[in-house]
T-cell receptor, first 113, second 109 residues
Framework: EPEVTQTPSHQVTQMGQEVILRCVPI?????FYWYRQILGQKVEFLVS????????KSEIFDDQFSVERPDGSNFTLKIRSTKLEDSAMYFC???????????FGSGTRLTVV | KNEVEQSPQNLTAQEGEFITINCSYS?????LHWLQQHPGGGIVSLFM???GKKKHGRLIATINIQEKHSSLHITASHPRDSAVYIC???????????FGTGTSLTVIP
């Protein structure tokens, strides 16, 4: 069964450093998403991406965050200057369309120290 | 707007029991997603519903649009069903899903 692949599975970074989280969505999917889950809290929406542009973003997704689909297969989330409160599990998801369910990646656990 | 409530928060059941997890939301939705999150953190989509009922193996999901309520049922529960079950809704405006806090299920042999 097709999978959404996320790398790395775990990243530790120093506060203020830039991090790039990578995702390879399912190849025929058109919609891509980033969600995050702070430990012990619920999953929160960050951003959705369609047709090579952001279609929707939450208040969390401020200027420190950016997304890119650089080569038609990868979908990346960049955090420019990480803060302690960015520590969370970051999930990438993709779907064929808005009427379809999501396929989630296994997540990247980001720890900012 | 972003109110997705699940009950119970925690549930312990004996193997073989019939389990029901509930989800209610506050305004009209275009879709509702039931997801399973394992202890390692990975999330698996179980169902996406906009009306009626769906069944997959021992799992059944129902939704009542008028009452703004959905249920996830597990028949003949098994220890491997132990996980957090999450309800997420997409409102009529917008494309993002809003997640509930999840129901932690433990099935004891």
């Amino acid at each position: 069964e097709p999978e959404v692949t996320q790398t790395p599975s775990h990243q530790v970074t120093q506060m203020g450093q830039e991090v790039i989280l990578r995702c390879v969505p399912i190849s025929n999917h058109l919609y891509f998403y980033w969600y995050r889950q702070i430990l012990g809290q619920k999953v929160e929406f960050l951003v959705s991406f369609y047709n090579n542009e952001i279609s929707e973003k939450s208040e969390i997704f401020d200027d420190q965050f950016s997304v890119e689909r650089p080569d038609g297969s990868n979908f990346t989330l960049k955090i420019r200057s990480t803060k302690l409160e960015d520590s969370a599990m970051y999930f990438c998801a993709s779907s064929e369309g808005t009427s379809y369910g999501y396929t989630f990646g296994s997540g990247t656990r980001l720890t900012v120290v | 707007k972003n109110e997705v409530e699940q009950s119970p928060q925690n549930l312990t059941a004996q193997e073989g029991e019939f389990i029901t997890i509930n989800c209610s939301y506050s305004v009209g939705i275009s879709a509702l997603h039931w997801l399973q999150q394992h202890p390692g953190g990975g999330i698996v989509s179980l169902f996406m519903l906009s009306s009626g009922k769906k069944k997959h193996g021992r799992l059944i999901a129902t939704i009542n649009i008028q009452e703004k309520h959905s249920s996830l049922h597990i028949t003949a529960s098994h220890p491997r069903d132990s996980a957090v079950y999450i309800c997420a809704v997409r409102y009529e405006t917008g494309n993002q899903f809003y997640f509930g806090t999840g129901t932690s299920l433990t099935v004891i042999p």
